[in-house]
């Protein structure tokens, strides 16, 4: 039975070379299945050089190995959360050390923010109806506008004129 590997994170490198590429992986495995040719495969994987295709086999190489030898040792994620809650656990480790197990365990929980969540809102029913409540409250308070009398600027004779003639030479074209 095959068995699904994870990736392996690289760090990243100024040349890009030790860069992690797993898209680049990815794709490559998927072109695989059309062509053998490194020219094409660079095409095809967006890769610079052909050098790139080659780096990128490589690390697909060291991934699979990687992680047969850890199968081999039996390191799965179960053995190092093990790992983390022993320390965690022991008494006669420093505090420190197991600070950092119980910071491991909230980070990989996703709780290491300690940001203040917003409290948990009501459904969009409720929402809707204090949204309507606020809106009838503040139209209670709005006081009535002060009336005025708009004064509308005073065409010139000329332009009227011109209005007059474009509007007639508009009205003979459609007679």
Avoid: C
């Amino acid at each position: 039975m095959e068995k699904k590997l994870k990736p392996v994170t690289f760090t990243t490198g100024r040349y890009l070379n030790s860069e992690e590429g797993d898209l680049k992986q990815r794709l490559l495995l998927k072109a695989l299945k059309v062509t053998n040719d490194p020219k094409e495969l660079r095409d095809m994987i967006g890769a610079k050089t052909v050098a790139d295709v080659y780096r990128t086999f490589d690390k697909l190489a060291l991934r699979k190995e990687y992680h047969t030898a850890l199968a081999k040792l039996n390191i799965d994620f179960s053995y190092i959360a093990k790992g983390i809650k022993k320390i965690a656990d022991d008494d006669n480790a420093k505090d420190a050390d197991r600070l950092n197990a119980f910071k491991t365990f909230l980070k990989s929980l996703g709780l290491e923010d300690y940001k203040d969540a917003p409290p948990p809102s009501d459904g969009w029913e409720e929402l809707l109806t204090k949204m309507s409540q606020k809106e009838k409250s503040s139209e209670d308070k709005v006081e009535e506008a002060e009336v005025y009398e708009v004064e509308f600027p005073k065409i010139p004779d000329k332009v009227k004129q011109s209005r007059d003639e474009e509007d007639s030479v508009g009205k003979s074209l459609y007679e």
